[in-house]
């Protein structure tokens, strides 16, 4: 096994987030020859080379992996915390197995923009999803933190290309 621990160091409450925790763990070794491959494999990763980090999104929970450590916030309680300790760790082993099919990627990638996702949407301003507008669907779908499959009225005739198009682009985004 590659990264044989992940073991947590600090947990307290989330600055950004009064009703989630954040927390840093560390790893049992440097993974940094890891990230550009888990940059390649996953389409919502941003790699900063020169940082030396790789971030991404599950959900509403933010997850940095630094070459030594790891930091993430808006994580429910300590359960959810070792969850995602667990699947970071899986990742980097998956990674590292998996790395001879995998075309690393050094670069930073380039973000789709809610304007991308806004214009396939059905710009009803219905609320019907929770949020006050499609704009704000279309930022928080980005982020993880909203799912496509609650703006209904992309499921209902007359929107089905909408929809099309709309699974293409996240498609690119990796949520497909």
Known sequence: MYLEEVKM?????????????????KFSRDVSEILPYINGRMQTAIYHKAAGTLTFHKEF????????????SKVINETDAFEVM???QNLINDTYDNRENIEPLYEMR?????????????????????????????????SGAQNIKNCRPLYEE????????LEDVLQILGYA
Request: net charge positive; proline share 5%; aromatic share 6%.
């Open 9 to 25: 160091t600090r947990i307290q409450p989330c600055t950004a987030d009064a009703g989630r925790m954040k927390f840093k763990a």
């Open 61 to 72: 929970r933010m997850i940095t992996i630094y070459p030594e450590k790891l930091a993430v």
């Open 86 to 88: 667990g699947l970071v």
């Open 110 to 142: 380039e973000r789709i923009s809610p304007i991308q996702v806004y214009k396939n949407l059905p710009k009803l301003n219905c609320r019907r999803c929770g949020e006050t507008a499609c704009m704000a669907f279309a930022s928080k779908l980005i």
């Open 158 to 165: 007359g929107y089905k290309g909408n929809l099309v198009k």
